[in-house]
């Protein structure tokens, strides 16, 4: 089967060979330099304990130095999993979302086709920069030197000049003997709707050659020179060579400077990208005037694994780059990522580099923003959080978003962090509450054999571990657990469990994960087990005095909600008294009167509201000193052992 040259080009330009091989291999970390895509590892191929097989990823080929083995992703796929050429196409074609052509028995004909409309497409550069020396493209040229383009950068990227002629371009090309059909199949001309002769595209208008990776022309963007023009900006039309949405302005002259080290930087145009070129920033693409498209996303990452996006400092530039955010976050994966950098206020790169030199531009890019960042501030924007119902609808728009993530470790941290920004909105800088434990009273004069140390398995125990009193990490425990086999009831204690304050860091990190999966519906528990580790949530549920809560033994939604109910209530006034005492210690040294006695009262009784038996409950359970529900049939019965026990040693 014969395959059209364009597809396998296209094939190789979707494919990372970095991943493909690392399917296969372990990289060395020490030698390999994954942001310029240069890897190695021991080769496949032979036997051996050094790192002497090296993928270039820009160039997408490998080589060991060892056996010599070389070749590119279709070439390994081949050779690694015994395939012959047409499977390993399709089994890349697969992971690139991309259909293999079918049969064909005139591809080579439309291979040749494709290869003279490059040639026209090469003949139209060539006329056009000609027209640019000539008298009628004074007002171009004098454009063009206000904006301060050097002569050999209009040589670089082959600027030209489209004269404000209707048939310049096309009686030039009849001239060279290049068919009509040729010219129309570029998009260089346009057929007339009143039966004459096609009229050029382009026309009254500077001229800037867009080319493929392989420095191929493939379309033209050409800047009208009439302030009046209803297009500023006119890019050619869609052709069998040309493809907007998949393509990306100085493409190939950036994966070159960016595999030297250089940042990716994405800029809304032409000027832009040719400003920072100029300027020292050779790695400089930009999206063809067009909202970035998945594929042109795809096409950066292939050259750089976190780009940076140069916004214009204007809502426009905000606006775009919101949109943006939505189209990466279900792309992200581990290390590929997006950086924001916002230009001052009215101002564009071209600008900026312009007016204050590179050393500005340089200071933007070094403040870029991760994308989170962002991500919370178009959320948060212009809103006001002054009751619960605000805050809980922001909760419900954010979770919406991390759903969009579709790796689970990058979810995660994404909610990380967005917790803690909420906490920096809502809270401040004020730290959060951890109640003191207790310190060990030794009396003076006392061996230091007699002090009691912790055991070993007592320091690596969750109590121990805990930075609240015993009380608390217990309550915790009992809230997440619960939550965790009665998943039903989640909803209702979400804004709550957002606001709760653990006493150690890994039930904090377990109340994000379970957070992020309040909407995950029958597949939470399997879901929660992917993102933090079937052994830790197991770990959770096996402590031993969560084995006489009722909503843990028995999952029933009405018990588990009363159960979590009067937890969170428990805490509550337990820390609230414990404030309130210390609060009071501190204000001893002033004035004590009857102001300082009745807040100590009422958080007391809030206490010991907290802590009467509930014996108007239906569920007929009491709560035990540990904060465990213990239904009253057990209590009883233990009490009645207990009665016999020391019935028996008072009788001895």
Same mark, same amino acid.
């Given at each position: 089967?014969?395959?059209?040259?364009?597809?396998?080009?296209?094939?190789?330009?979707? $494919?990372?060979?970095?991943?493909?091989?690392?399917?296969?291999?372990?990289?060395?970390?020490?030698?390999? @330099?994954?942001?310029?895509?240069?890897?190695?590892?021991?080769?496949?191929?032979?036997?051996?304990?050094?790192?002497?097989?090296?993928?270039?990823?820009?160039?997408?080929?490998?080589? /060991?130095?060892?056996?010599?083995?070389?070749?590119?992703?279709?070439?390994?796929?081949?050779?690694?999993?015994?395939?012959?050429?047409?499977?390993?196409?399709?089994?890349?074609?697969?992971?690139?979302?991309?259909?293999?052509?079918?049969?064909?028995?005139?591809?080579?004909?439309?291979?040749?086709?494709?290869?003279?409309?490059?040639?026209?497409?090469?003949?139209?550069?060539?006329?056009?920069?000609?027209?640019?020396?000539?008298?009628?493209?004074?007002?171009? +040229?004098?454009?063009?030197?206000?904006?301060?383009?050097?002569?050999?950068?209009?040589?670089?990227?082959?600027?030209?000049?489209?004269?404000?002629?209707?048939?310049?371009?096309?009686?030039?090309?009849?001239?060279?003997?290049?068919?009509?059909?040729?010219?129309?199949?570029?998009?260089?001309?346009?057929?007339?709707?009143?039966?004459?002769?096609?009229?050029?595209?382009?026309?009254?208008?500077?001229?800037?050659?867009?080319?493929?990776?392989?420095?191929? /022309?493939?379309?033209?963007?050409?800047?009208?020179?009439?302030?009046?023009? @209803?297009?500023?900006?006119?890019?050619?039309?869609?052709?069998?060579?040309?493809?907007?949405?998949?393509?990306?302005?100085?493409?190939?002259?950036?994966?070159?400077?960016?595999?030297?080290?250089?940042?990716?930087?994405?800029?809304?145009?032409?000027?832009? $990208?040719?400003?920072?070129?100029?300027?020292?920033?050779?790695?400089?693409?930009?999206?063809?005037?067009?909202?970035?498209?998945?594929?042109?996303?795809?096409?950066?990452?292939?050259?750089?694994?976190?780009?940076?996006?140069?916004?214009?400092?204007?809502?426009?530039?905000?606006?775009?780059?919101?949109?943006?955010?939505?189209?990466?976050?279900?792309?992200?994966?581990?290390?590929?990522?997006?950086?924001?950098?916002?230009?001052?206020?009215?101002?564009?790169?071209?600008?900026?580099?312009?007016?204050?030199? !590179?050393?500005? =531009?340089?200071?933007?890019?070094?403040?870029?923003?991760?994308?989170?960042?962002?991500?919370?501030?178009?959320?948060?924007?212009?809103?006001?959080?002054?009751?619960?119902? +605000?805050?809980?609808?922001?909760?419900?728009?954010? +979770?919406?978003?991390?759903?969009?993530?579709?790796?689970?470790?990058?979810?995660?941290?994404?909610?990380?962090?967005?917790?803690?920004?909420r906490y920096q909105l809502f809270r401040g800088a004020r730290p959060a509450y951890q109640p003191g434990a207790k310190r060990q009273y030794v009396p003076r004069g006392t061996p230091?054999?007699?002090?009691?140390?912790?055991?070993?398995?007592?320091?690596?125990?969750?109590?121990?571990?805990?930075?609240?009193?015993?009380?608390?990490?217990?309550?915790?425990? =009992?809230?997440?657990? $619960?939550?965790?086999?009665?998943?039903?009831?989640?909803?209702?204690?979400?804004?709550?469990?957002?606001?709760?304050?653990?006493?150690?860091?890994?039930?904090?990190?377990? !109340?994000?994960?379970?957070? @992020?999966?309040?909407?995950?519906?029958?597949?939470?528990?399997?879901?929660?087990?992917?993102?933090?580790?079937?052994?830790?949530?197991?770990?959770?549920?096996?402590?031993?005095?969560?084995?006489?809560?009722?909503?843990?033994?028995?999952?029933?939604?009405?018990?588990?909600?009363?159960?979590?109910?009067?937890?969170?209530?428990?805490?509550?006034?337990? !820390?609230?008294?414990?404030?309130?005492?210390?609060?009071?210690?501190?204000?001893?040294?002033?004035?004590?009167?009857?102001?300082?006695?009745?807040?100590?009262?009422?958080?007391?009784?809030?206490?010991?509201?907290?802590?009467?038996?509930?014996?108007?409950?239906?569920?007929?359970?009491?709560?035990?000193?540990?904060?465990?529900?213990?239904?009253?049939?057990?209590?009883?019965?233990?009490?009645?052992?207990?009665?016999?026990?020391?019935?028996?040693? @008072?009788?001895?």
């Open positions: 089967m014969s395959l059209p040259p364009g597809f396998l080009d296209e094939l190789r330009t979707r $494919v990372s060979i970095s991943q493909v091989v690392g399917r296969k291999v372990m990289w060395d970390t020490r030698k390999s @330099n994954q942001g310029k895509g240069d890897m190695w590892s021991p080769c496949p191929f032979h036997h051996e304990k050094t790192a002497s097989f090296h993928v270039d990823d820009r160039k997408g080929y490998y080589y /060991c130095f060892g056996c010599h083995a070389k070749g590119d992703a279709i070439s390994f796929v081949r050779e690694t999993e015994n395939v012959g050429f047409m499977e390993a196409i399709q089994i890349l074609a697969s992971e690139a979302g991309m259909t293999v052509p079918q049969s064909d028995p005139k591809a080579q004909e439309k291979a040749d086709r494709r290869t003279e409309l490059s040639k026209v497409m090469e003949m139209a550069v060539q006329h056009f920069k000609l027209q640019l020396k000539t008298g009628g493209a004074a007002a171009a +040229r004098d454009y063009l030197a206000g904006r301060k383009l050097k002569p050999q950068t209009l040589d670089q990227f082959d600027i030209g000049f489209a004269p404000d002629a209707w048939q310049g371009l096309w009686d030039h090309l009849r001239g060279k003997d290049v068919p009509e059909d040729h010219i129309l199949a570029c998009g260089l001309a346009k057929p007339s709707t009143k039966g004459g002769k096609p009229y050029d595209t382009f026309r009254g208008r500077i001229q800037f050659p867009i080319r493929d990776p392989r420095g191929r /022309c493939i379309g033209f963007g050409g800047r009208a020179m009439d302030p009046n023009d @209803n297009a500023k900006y006119l890019n050619s039309p869609e052709t069998e060579l040309f493809d907007k949405g998949r393509s990306l302005y100085n493409h190939g002259p950036a994966r070159e400077a960016a595999g030297k080290g250089q940042p990716l930087i994405v800029a809304e145009g032409y000027m832009d $990208v040719i400003a920072l070129v100029e300027g020292g920033f050779g790695a400089a693409v930009a999206p063809l005037g067009t909202a970035i498209t998945e594929d042109q996303l795809r096409l950066m990452w292939r050259v750089s694994p976190e780009p940076i996006i140069a916004l214009d400092g204007d809502k426009a530039g905000i606006r775009a780059a919101m949109r943006v955010i939505d189209l990466a976050l279900p792309l992200l994966e581990a290390g590929q990522s997006l950086r924001f950098a916002v230009m001052p206020e009215g101002q564009d790169p071209d600008d900026l580099i312009r007016s204050q030199g !590179r050393e500005a =531009v340089q200071a933007v890019l070094d403040g870029a923003m991760p994308m989170v960042d962002l991500l919370w501030q178009r959320e948060t924007e212009g809103r006001v959080f002054d009751s619960p119902e +605000r805050k809980a609808a922001l909760d419900k728009d954010l +979770r919406a978003k991390l759903k969009l993530i579709q790796d689970p470790s990058i979810r995660n941290h994404y909610g990380e962090a967005i917790k803690e920004l230091a054999w007699k002090v009691s140390q912790p055991q070993a398995t007592t320091k690596s125990s969750r109590l121990a571990q805990a930075t609240g009193t015993t009380d608390d990490a217990l309550r915790e425990a =009992v809230i997440l657990a $619960v939550l965790i086999q009665n998943p039903k009831v989640l909803p209702e204690f979400a804004g709550a469990l957002e606001d709760l304050e653990f006493s150690n860091a890994d039930s904090a990190h377990l !109340r994000d994960a379970i957070l @992020n999966l309040v909407e995950a519906g029958d597949a939470f528990k399997e879901a929660l087990y992917d993102s933090v580790g079937g052994e830790r949530v197991e770990t959770l549920l096996g402590q031993s005095h969560l084995a006489i809560v009722p909503a843990i033994r028995n999952p029933d939604p009405q018990t588990a909600s009363l159960c979590v109910a009067e937890e969170l209530a428990k805490l509550s006034a337990h !820390r609230g008294h414990a404030r309130e005492v210390s609060e009071a210690l501190e204000d001893m040294d002033g004035l004590v009167d009857e102001g300082l006695t009745w807040r100590l009262q009422q958080a007391a009784a809030a206490l010991d509201t907290t802590q009467a038996p509930e014996n108007d409950d239906q569920a007929s359970y009491d709560i035990g000193a540990n904060g465990a529900k213990v239904a009253k049939t057990e209590r009883d019965a233990l009490n009645a052992l207990l009665d016999g026990i020391s019935f028996s040693k @008072n009788k001895k």
